[in-house]
């Protein structure tokens, strides 16, 4: 059983920045990529980044390039998601989930495991 925790999800105007973490347990967490992903009211679930399982390797979707960095730390089981400039069409409940098979990367469906997901709130 893996369990994923996100957190750091808020409030914040546009331009602002926000952290969100995702801390895993029950697997062996630096064996595994880990993306970021996100749904607005009335969409549908899209990628935003993910980043390899040693962390040599990260990918974001074109909305979020330059301005979001995904990251992790293996030793603390944790994946981080720092979101800079923010706009207000960033508003979303962000999850984080674990890719076990290090390919397919943009593909929701081949994410077995999935955090509850935090609220991010981008006013204008």
């Known amino acids: 059983q893996v369990q994923l925790v996100e957190s750091g999800g808020g409030l914040v105007q546009a331009g602002g920045s926000l952290r969100l973490s995702c801390a895993a347990s029950?697997?062996?967490?630096?064996?595994?990529?880990m993306g970021w992903f996100r749904q607005a009211p009335g969409k549908e679930r899209e990628f935003v980044a993910v980043?390899?399982?040693?962390?040599?390797?990260?990918f974001y979707i074109d909305s979020v390039k330059g301005r979001f960095t995904i990251s992790r730390d293996n030793a603390k089981n944790t994946v981080y998601l720092q979101m800079n400039s923010l706009k207000p069409e960033d508003t979303a409940v962000y999850y984080c989930?674990?890719?076990?098979?290090?390919?397919?990367?943009?593909?929701?469906?081949?994410?077995?495991?999935w955090g509850q997901g935090t609220q991010v709130t981008v006013s204008s």
């Open positions: 989930a674990v890719n076990p098979f290090n390919r397919s990367y943009y593909d929701s469906r081949v994410y077995d495991y």
């Open positions: 029950g697997r062996t967490f630096s064996r595994y990529a």
């Open positions: 980043i390899s399982f040693s962390g040599s390797s990260t």
